[in-house]
């Protein structure tokens, strides 16, 4: 798990989790937008629901792999419960975005009601269900002895 962890394929997963559970609980809600009051924002967000977990997979690779850029520059490639932190690290501006959307945000405009429709509970499922699988993947570090 050690050796998981620590390679490239452990935040690619975890940020692709995230796409694909965003995609998936977009298919499973289905949306509608009866209530944007706007048919030009509501089309559009339509359309571009599909692609928000992918968008902001794309960002959480990029952040994921600047902090990990980072890691490597300061040497410390070899603590193994940064990976961990690091992929939680990419995907928590999505969290904490999709909860606020989802929980807190006021839905004044019709471009404010397509957003929280089309992207907050999406985005909030979508990036929890991926640091749950970071956090679950990083258990077996915490019960590691040393060899």
């Known amino acids: ?3 998981f962890l620590a390679s490239g ?15 998936a609980m977009y298919a499973y809600l289905q949306p509608t937008g009866d209530d944007i009051g706007n048919s030009q924002i509501q089309d559009i967000a339509i359309i571009a629901g599909w692609a928000v977990g992918p968008a ?6 990029v952040l994921v792999m600047a902090l990990n850029g980072v ?11 940064l990976h961990p932190v690091i992929a939680i690290l990419g995907l928590l501006p999505w969290l904490l975005l999709g909860w606020q959307l989802t929980m807190n945000e006021p839905r004044y405009t019709p471009f404010a009601r397509a957003v929280i429709d ?15 699988f970071a956090v679950a993947c ?4 915490l019960f590691r002895t040393k060899q």
């Not at 902001?56 to 690779?61: D, N, R």
């Not at 089309?118 to 749950?132: I, P, Q, R, T």
Request: glycine share 4%.
């Open 1 to 3: 798990m050690r050796k």
């Open 9 to 23: 394929w452990f935040p690619f997963i975890a940020v692709f989790l995230f796409a694909a559970v965003t995609v």
């Open 56 to 61: 902001f997979a794309l960002l959480s690779w």
């Open 71 to 81: 890691r490597r520059l300061l040497r410390l490639r070899k603590i193994a419960w």
């Open 118 to 132: 089309f992207a907050g509970k999406e985005m909030l499922v979508g990036a929890f269900v991926a640091c749950v």
């Open 138 to 141: 990083s258990v077996p570090l």
